[in-house]
């Protein structure tokens, strides 16, 4: 082995194996959890020696084959393939749309159609376009067929089943036009068509599919622009198109998820920190901040303006602060239960102050829905100093409990065996709110609905067949963190790029209240391109350095 990949097989098993006994350290006393780490370690470290060992074998006669041979008149044209892989991905997700007709109408889909229809008031803290583009097409069903789940039908076909496979499609055309194997990429193609749990998704009317899709074509824009070919370098009309629509699927990503603003205004700084001396150098990195910065203010000032229009308020900040909220109700709650007691009167009645009819019975490990509906924000916002001092005090005080109770929020996505919510990807929710608009699952494939939700519900125990572990998004989640310690050791400009956004996103997925399947719908959709994109990069060396075109 090269000194580069005994660095990528030491750091990577290593590194791994932290990730790995996540999910095993609950309760578990230092030397065991030591044990754990080197026992994984090792394992870790036989499983890349060998991957590592069968690469430098059989590289050449095999791996190279991943890459196609370059373009020309003779071969399939990209837009082709991007139609041929489209269609492909339709057919594969006709049965579940005909299983879960016209769409499984749960997460907060009734809470915002019930927005749209008066029964709430408007809230960004749900995405007011997704709300009005939900609302409007079920209201439209409504009128033009006397049948609200008609307008929800065609919700779920066009903007999740076409408008995903059209994402996955271009995705894969772009990897197409830099010469990644065609037959790799159909491989892929048939991997996400044939996963149930995508297909159980992609039904699944909530706004983090449609998010997904505009992230993804996002981030291809963005390597279409940075990292053009030499042909299309030249191309000035292709370069202005793609520009305009990095700023379209970047507005629309922000406009879809609340944490969107705060992703992009990260992403920003970092860009500009790492590659500050290209801002002078390149007119094509210039114009491309210059667009992340107009997206960035465009959307606050949307968010400032549109309570005033619509009369709607703000996003509650309780959702920011739900790993603390859990911490600090596990910790109660553990108290509450011991003996001798951890916490003086004075410090328990300080933080349970912070709490409506705060019942300890109804404390959640794997989700801190309960405790954050019950916390006072705004005891927070008169004295938030005051706050964060209980806080750091609780924690310390009981950090075995404070770091398990996040640990359980976290660990469902390196092992979605151990959530017990993966069913709700197939099940309605608050049916009685919109009782006028009568919206039901009407399964046209009754066999087939049987199916997908044996599998989700599979999918929670800790006996689940090997055949569904296969299609875990955890396995995305470890192929990012890999692919990240290989283009840090590689220094792989261009997949640190692509890497860049989703390690944003799940940073954000890690601050979130609960591990639901429908948050890691994000990077499983991104999945084949991001493992088009290791290949690539193996396969072009001449990346080593390479930072955007000039």
């Not at 991957?51 to 590289?59: A, E, M, P």
């Not at 296969?470 to 396995?475: E, N, R, S």
Request: glycine residues 4%.
């Amino acid at each position: 082995m090269s000194k580069k990949q005994i660095r990528l097989w030491l750091w990577s098993a290593s590194i791994l194996a932290v990730f790995n006994i996540l999910t095993k350290i609950n309760d578990q006393s230092l030397t065991g959890i030591v044990v754990q780490l080197l026992l994984k370690t090792g394992i870790n470290l036989i499983i890349i020696f060998i991957l590592i060992l069968l690469y430098n074998i059989f590289y050449k006669k095999y791996f190279r084959k991943f890459k196609s041979k370059r373009i020309t008149k003779s071969t399939y044209s990209s837009s082709r393939i991007m139609l041929i892989f489209f269609l492909l991905l339709v057919l594969f997700w006709i049965p579940a749309f005909l299983a879960l007709f016209p769409g499984t109408f749960g997460a907060d889909a009734p809470i915002q159609l019930a927005m749209y229809d008066g029964i709430y008031p408007l809230s960004d803290h749900q995405p007011i376009l997704h709300t009005f583009l939900i609302g409007g097409l079920i209201h439209l069903g409504d009128v033009l067929f006397k049948n609200s789940n008609i307008g929800l039908a065609i919700y779920t076909f066009v903007f999740q089943i076409c408008f995903c496979a059209y994402s996955i499609s271009y995705s894969l055309s772009y990897l197409y036009k830099r010469q990644v194997s065609l037959k790799l990429l159909l491989l892929l193609i048939i991997f996400m068509g044939i996963n149930p749990i995508v297909q159980s998704l992609i039904c699944y009317v909530t706004k983090d599919i449609m998010f997904a899709a505009t992230f993804l074509l996002f981030i291809v824009n963005c390597c279409e622009y940075l990292f053009p070919s030499d042909r299309l370098r030249r191309n000035k009309r292709f370069l202005k198109i793609t520009l305009i629509k990095i700023g379209l699927f970047g507005f629309l990503s922000i406009q879809l998820r609340s944490q969107g603003i705060y992703i992009f205004i990260v992403a920003l700084l970092i860009l500009l920190i790492c590659w500050c001396r290209l801002f002078k150098e390149n007119a094509l990195y210039k114009e491309f901040i210059f667009m992340q910065i107009f997206v960035i203010g465009i959307s606050m000032l949307i968010t400032m303006i549109t309570p005033y229009f619509l009369n709607s308020g703000y996003r509650d900040s309780r959702e920011a602060l739900s790993v603390p909220i859990q911490q600090i109700a596990t910790i109660l709650k553990k108290d509450l239960e011991r003996d001798n007691k951890l916490l003086s009167s004075n410090i328990y009645d300080q933080a349970i102050s912070y709490f409506e009819n705060f019942d300890k019975d109804r404390i959640d490990q794997y989700s801190a829905d309960y405790p954050k509906s019950m916390f006072l924000t705004d005891k927070v916002k008169e004295n938030p100093i005051g706050f964060l001092k209980l806080y750091i005090y609780l924690v310390f005080s009981d950090l075995p409990t404070s770091v398990n109770s996040y640990l359980d929020l976290i660990t469902p996505y390196f092992d979605f065996r151990l959530s017990p919510y993966n069913g709700l990807a197939i099940n309605t929710s608050f049916e009685d709110l919109n009782p006028n608009r009568n919206i039901k699952t009407y399964s046209l494939f009754p066999g087939y609905y049987q199916y997908l939700k044996d599998v989700l519900y599979d999918s929670s125990s800790l006996n689940c067949p090997f055949w569904i572990r296969i299609f875990d998004p955890a396995i995305v989640l470890y192929l990012i963190i890999f692919m990240l310690i290989y283009s840090l050791i590689y220094k792989r400009t261009f997949s640190l790029f692509v890497l860049l956004y989703p390690i944003l996103y799940i940073g954000t997925m890690f601050l979130g209240p609960v591990s639901l399947l429908r948050y890691s719908f994000v990077y499983s959709l991104e999945g084949p391109f991001l493992l088009g994109v290791m290949i690539y990069s193996i396969n072009n060396q001449r990346f080593k350095n390479r930072l955007p075109i000039k």
